[in-house]
């Protein structure tokens, strides 16, 4: 610290922490301005006992001080260097900042807080409290706008105590009056027998973030370990179907090549004997002009004289025939093309099947993290809400879709549907084309007899066994909605359900947790029937319309 620094830090006022103006000397031998010292005691006029602000020196009566000139001739001859004693900005107390109570004027930021003061001070006015011994046994704590809180509000006394039976702060006057009798203790007891519990969370809760440290280093060691898996899957996947691609691309060419050069031969044949009918054409007809010419000789001994020159170029007088057959080889060729590709997508539909539930069954068990509550309201439901339509590739020809395919209705007159492996042949059935994961609810409108399902895709199509059903397999699951009943059908086992019937059924899916809620919906929502199991595939809504003129629809809930 520099000389000047040093002078203007003596000369200069601790109350208002400017250079000293009509500068006053107390007995004590601290300085301040005439203004500043007069203002601090007129404060203190209703106790008739004045204070040094610095020192706590008490005087009696008022000092009656004077200019010390000395000290002003001084600070004449520092402000005529340009030096400034004002503390920087940042030191004084904002909005908030908790201010010095002892400051004048502009307040300073207050450094400590004294809870036996219950006063806060600059570090200017702090400075009593490390030179004093009395003063050096008060408790300092961080700058508190709180201080007054720790004063009785009944009896003006600081709250050093503390009431176990009403949980609350007290004075010691209040610990005889009304919590007599409590189970009271300091102040400083309680604290150190919180300060006990405090410190046991904190392990609690170092512990706790440790283990979850651990748990996430592990998911993130999972999901590197799933990202690696994948690509790989992904990279070996691209390589076997670019070979599988490349193999159809040579048998297609191979086909390909075979025909054109079938196709060469056979036209070459063709063509060689047309040359030759072509040639006979010519002969034939240049003999015929030689017999034409001879027919109309006029001489008869010229004529009977070339006759027998002639008559030997007509040869037979019926000629062989071309027999060809149907060119059906390129035909059957076709056939063959077809059988096979057929068949390709046989295996490629079951080899599917076989992949996307090898797909699904990668889980990964979180078993450390708590699964979410169930929904309990619709409130709560429809925020799990699926926007869902109906698969037309799929719907039976008797089933008519409206309303964007949302809309199924039996129907007498079979549809104009195209052929598709995918659709239901014998039972009046049709799937969602959306698959359903994670958490998904949905409800369907339904007049008549209607099953309400969901489904593994692959579930069988043709024909009218069992193994279509919803519900008569182990691949669907179903409820039968009838006017009067219901049944909960899996696995070729119909389970009664009993509950108020309803137009409206409500769908609640957890895939992950292998949960399948059925509900009516009227005024109130009531749980039909649940099921708990664990769902290996993506599911597909489904819907089962069995009577003519009934009609099942999946609505709209957002």
């Given amino acids: ?100 109570d002892v400051c004048t004027g502009r307040k300073l930021r207050a450094s400590k807080s004294c809870l036996q003061c219950l006063a806060s001070y600059c570090e200017k006015h702090l400075q009593p409290h490390f030179e004093s011994a009395p003063l050096k046994k008060h408790k300092l704590v961080e700058p508190s706008k709180k201080l007054q809180e720790n004063v009785c509000s009944h009896h003006d006394e600081v709250m050093k105590m503390f009431c ?175 059988g096979v590709r057929d068949k390709l997508q046989d295996v490629l539909r079951e080899g599917w099947t076989n992949i996307s539930q090898t797909v699904t069954e990668v889980n990964v068990l979180l078993s450390q993290l708590e699964p979410e509550p169930e929904p309990k309201t619709r409130a709560e439901f ?26 199924a209705t039996n129907v007498k007159k079979p549809q104009p549907y195209s052929s598709h492996p995918d659709r239901f042949t014998y039972w009046c059935q049709v799937l969602s084309g959306e698959s359903l994961t994670g958490r998904c609810y949905w409800e369907v409108e339904r007049r008549g007899g209607v099953y309400v399902a969901v489904t593994y895709k692959n579930i069988s199509r043709e024909g009218r066994s069992d193994e279509c059903v919803f519900g008569f397999n182990d691949k669907s699951w179903s409820l039968d909605c009838d006017n009067n009943s219901y049944n909960f059908l899996f696995n070729n086992v119909k389970t009664p359900v009993s509950g108020p019937q309803s137009f409206r059924v409500g769908v609640y899916l957890d895939h992950r947790a292998g949960i399948l809620s059925f509900y009516s919906i009227s005024k109130t929502m009531t749980l039909l029937h649940r099921v708990q199991t664990t769902f290996t595939q993506p599911l597909h809504a489904g819907l089962f319309v069995y009577y003519h003129g009934s009609t099942a629809e999946l609505l709209r809930l957002k």
């Avoid at 799990?384 to 809309?407: C, E, M, V």
Wanted: hydrophobic share 30%.
């Fill in 382 to 407: 429809l925020k799990y809400s699926q926007d869902i339509t109906l698969d037309p590739n799929t719907a039976h020809r008797w089933l008519f879709l409206s309303d964007g395919n949302r809309k």
């Fill in 164 to 338: 176990r039976t009403d949980q609350q702060s007290i004075c010691y006057l209040c610990s005889v009056d009304e919590h007599k009798g409590h189970d009271t203790v300091s102040a400083a007891a309680e604290r150190t027998e919180r300060q006990r519990e405090l410190e046991g969370s904190r392990l609690n809760i170092q512990q706790r973030i440790q283990d979850r440290e651990k748990d996430v280093k592990l998911l993130q060691q999972e999901v590197e370990a799933i990202n690696g898996s994948a690509d790989k899957a992904v990279e070996h996947s691209e390589e076997m179907f670019t070979e599988l691609i490349r193999l159809m691309e040579k048998r297609r060419s191979d086909v390909k090549q075979q025909v054109r050069s079938q196709q060469e031969t056979e036209v070459s044949r063709v063509k060689e004997l047309q040359e030759k009918l072509e040639q006979e054409i010519t002969e034939l007809k240049r003999r015929d002009a030689e017999l034409q010419k001879l027919a109309h000789t006029e001489d008869h001994n010229q004529f009977l004289q070339d006759y027998p020159s002639l008559s030997g170029l007509s040869g037979p007088t019926h000629s062989s025939r071309i027999k060809t057959r149907p060119l059906r080889y390129f035909e059957d060729v076709t056939a063959a093309v077809s």
């Fill in 1 to 100: 610290m520099d000389q000047n620094q040093l002078d203007r830090e003596r000369l200069c006022c601790s109350i208002c922490l400017d250079l000293l103006k009509d500068p006053v000397t107390t007995s004590c031998g601290h300085s301040y301005c005439m203004n500043c010292i007069r203002t601090h005691w007129d404060k203190e006029d209703d106790k008739r006992v004045y204070s040094c602000p610095q020192c706590r020196k008490t005087f009696t009566p008022r000092p009656d001080l004077g200019k010390n000139t000395m000290l002003a001739d001084l600070v004449e001859e520092l402000k005529k260097t340009g030096l400034q004693a004002a503390p920087a900005d940042h030191c004084y107390a904002g909005p908030e900042d908790v201010a010095c």
